[in-house]
Protein backbone atom coordinates (compact mmCIF):
# COMPACT_ATOMS: atom_id res chain seq x y z
CA UNK A 1 0.00 0.00 0.00
CA UNK A 2 1.63 3.20 -0.85
CA UNK A 3 2.09 6.03 1.82
CA UNK A 4 1.14 10.06 2.05
CA UNK A 5 2.40 12.23 4.83
CA UNK A 6 0.81 15.36 5.00
CA UNK A 7 2.54 18.26 6.53
CA UNK A 8 0.54 20.81 7.83
CA UNK A 9 1.75 24.23 8.40
CA UNK A 10 -1.08 26.24 9.91
CA UNK A 11 -2.23 29.30 12.25
CA UNK A 12 -5.85 29.31 12.57
CA UNK A 13 -6.39 25.89 11.72
CA UNK A 14 -7.38 26.60 7.74
CA UNK A 15 -4.89 24.42 6.33
CA UNK A 16 -5.23 21.56 9.06
CA UNK A 17 -8.61 21.45 7.82
CA UNK A 18 -7.65 21.20 3.89
CA UNK A 19 -5.53 17.96 5.04
CA UNK A 20 -8.52 16.57 7.21
CA UNK A 21 -10.79 17.05 3.87
CA UNK A 22 -8.49 15.33 1.75
CA UNK A 23 -7.13 12.53 3.15
CA UNK A 24 -10.20 10.59 2.53
CA UNK A 25 -9.51 11.10 -1.05
CA UNK A 26 -6.00 9.48 -0.66
CA UNK A 27 -7.49 6.42 1.37
CA UNK A 28 -10.04 5.96 -1.09
CA UNK A 29 -7.00 5.47 -3.58
CA UNK A 30 -5.59 3.21 -1.52
CA UNK A 31 -3.18 5.20 0.19
CA UNK A 32 -2.23 4.84 3.84
CA UNK A 33 -2.09 8.68 5.30
CA UNK A 34 -0.73 10.43 8.00
CA UNK A 35 -1.21 13.84 9.01
CA UNK A 36 1.63 15.68 10.69
CA UNK A 37 0.08 18.99 12.71
CA UNK A 38 4.30 19.46 14.54
CA UNK A 39 5.87 18.22 11.39
CA UNK A 40 9.67 17.58 11.72
CA UNK A 41 12.77 16.82 9.42
CA UNK A 42 11.96 13.40 10.22
CA UNK A 43 8.66 13.51 8.45
CA UNK A 44 10.47 14.36 5.36
CA UNK A 45 13.17 10.96 5.60
CA UNK A 46 10.09 7.80 6.66
CA UNK A 47 9.54 5.84 3.45
CA UNK A 48 6.42 7.70 2.58
CA UNK A 49 6.14 7.11 -1.32
CA UNK A 50 4.72 10.74 -1.32
CA UNK A 51 4.40 13.82 0.56
CA UNK A 52 1.70 16.78 0.62
CA UNK A 53 1.86 19.95 2.50
CA UNK A 54 -0.80 22.35 3.15
CA UNK A 55 0.79 25.63 4.19
CA UNK A 56 -0.90 28.83 4.98
CA UNK A 57 1.18 32.06 5.06
CA UNK A 58 0.80 34.50 7.80
CA UNK A 59 1.76 38.22 8.60
CA UNK A 60 3.91 39.37 5.42
CA UNK A 61 4.52 36.42 3.77
CA UNK A 62 5.72 34.05 6.71
CA UNK A 63 5.03 30.76 8.09
CA UNK A 64 2.86 29.73 10.34
CA UNK A 65 4.34 29.18 14.12
CA UNK A 66 4.41 25.16 13.64
CA UNK A 67 6.12 25.06 10.52
CA UNK A 68 9.12 27.51 11.68
CA UNK A 69 11.17 25.36 13.43
CA UNK A 70 10.50 22.52 10.54
CA UNK A 71 12.06 25.21 7.49
CA UNK A 72 14.86 26.16 10.19
CA UNK A 73 15.59 22.73 10.46
CA UNK A 74 15.65 22.19 6.64
CA UNK A 75 17.45 25.31 6.09
CA UNK A 76 20.47 25.00 8.97
CA UNK A 77 20.54 20.61 8.31
CA UNK A 78 20.41 21.23 4.63
CA UNK A 79 19.62 17.46 3.71
CA UNK A 80 19.25 15.99 0.37
CA UNK A 81 15.59 15.45 -0.37
CA UNK A 82 16.60 13.99 -3.88
CA UNK A 83 13.83 11.03 -3.03
CA UNK A 84 10.83 13.18 -1.89
CA UNK A 85 8.26 13.91 -4.15
CA UNK A 86 5.52 15.98 -3.16
CA UNK A 87 2.61 18.13 -3.75
CA UNK A 88 1.95 21.74 -2.55
CA UNK A 89 -1.24 23.31 -1.75
CA UNK A 90 -0.69 27.56 -0.07
CA UNK A 91 -3.28 29.11 1.53
CA UNK A 92 -3.20 32.90 1.08
CA UNK A 93 -4.57 36.32 0.66
CA UNK A 94 -4.13 37.97 -2.41
CA UNK A 95 -5.32 41.10 -0.57
CA UNK A 96 -1.51 40.90 0.70
CA UNK A 97 0.08 41.35 -2.69
CA UNK A 98 3.53 40.47 -3.23
CA UNK A 99 3.61 37.98 -0.13
CA UNK A 100 0.20 35.99 -1.25
CA UNK A 101 1.18 32.20 -0.52
CA UNK A 102 4.19 33.95 0.51
CA UNK A 103 4.57 30.87 2.94
CA UNK A 104 3.99 28.54 0.41
CA UNK A 105 5.77 29.66 -2.64
CA UNK A 106 8.93 29.64 -0.22
CA UNK A 107 8.70 26.20 1.14
CA UNK A 108 8.44 25.39 -2.40
CA UNK A 109 11.74 27.16 -3.52
CA UNK A 110 13.08 25.48 -0.49
CA UNK A 111 12.49 22.62 -1.26
CA UNK A 112 13.94 22.37 -4.57
CA UNK A 113 17.19 23.54 -3.26
CA UNK A 114 17.35 20.49 -1.85
CA UNK A 115 16.51 18.53 -4.83
CA UNK A 116 13.03 17.47 -4.03
CA UNK A 117 10.73 16.94 -6.75
CA UNK A 118 7.40 18.64 -7.09
CA UNK A 119 4.51 16.60 -8.62
CA UNK A 120 2.36 19.22 -10.85
CA UNK A 121 1.52 22.69 -10.11
CA UNK A 122 1.51 24.16 -6.36
CA UNK A 123 -2.00 24.82 -5.84
CA UNK A 124 -2.17 28.57 -4.46
CA UNK A 125 -5.83 29.31 -2.80
CA UNK A 126 -6.74 32.80 -2.22
CA UNK A 127 -8.62 33.55 0.92
CA UNK A 128 -10.36 36.86 -1.29
CA UNK A 129 -11.58 34.30 -3.97
CA UNK A 130 -12.48 30.85 -2.00
CA UNK A 131 -14.02 31.17 1.77
CA UNK A 132 -13.64 27.74 2.21
CA UNK A 133 -9.99 26.57 1.21
CA UNK A 134 -10.78 22.97 0.20
CA UNK A 135 -13.38 23.90 -1.92
CA UNK A 136 -10.31 24.75 -4.13
CA UNK A 137 -7.93 21.87 -2.87
CA UNK A 138 -10.82 18.71 -3.59
CA UNK A 139 -10.64 19.10 -7.16
CA UNK A 140 -7.05 19.83 -7.15
CA UNK A 141 -6.27 16.94 -5.18
CA UNK A 142 -8.32 14.59 -7.12
CA UNK A 143 -6.80 15.61 -10.79
CA UNK A 144 -3.04 14.98 -8.54
CA UNK A 145 -3.93 11.64 -7.33
CA UNK A 146 -5.00 10.37 -11.14
CA UNK A 147 -1.99 11.82 -12.33
CA UNK A 148 0.21 10.03 -9.96
CA UNK A 149 -1.32 6.72 -10.67
CA UNK A 150 -0.74 7.29 -14.11
CA UNK A 151 2.63 7.73 -13.93
CA UNK A 152 2.84 4.75 -11.90
CA UNK A 153 0.81 2.78 -14.47
Given at each position: M???????????????????Q???????????????????????????????????????????????????G???????L??????????????????????????????????????????????????????????????????Q?????
Amino acid sequence: MPTLTILVGTMYGGALDVAEQVKPLFEQAGYKVDISEQPTINDLTHSADLTLFCVSTTGSGDFPGNFVSFVRGLQEKSPSLASLRYGLIALGDSSYGETFCGAGRALDALLEEHGATRLGDRLEVDAMETFMADDAAVPWVEEWIVAQQLKVA
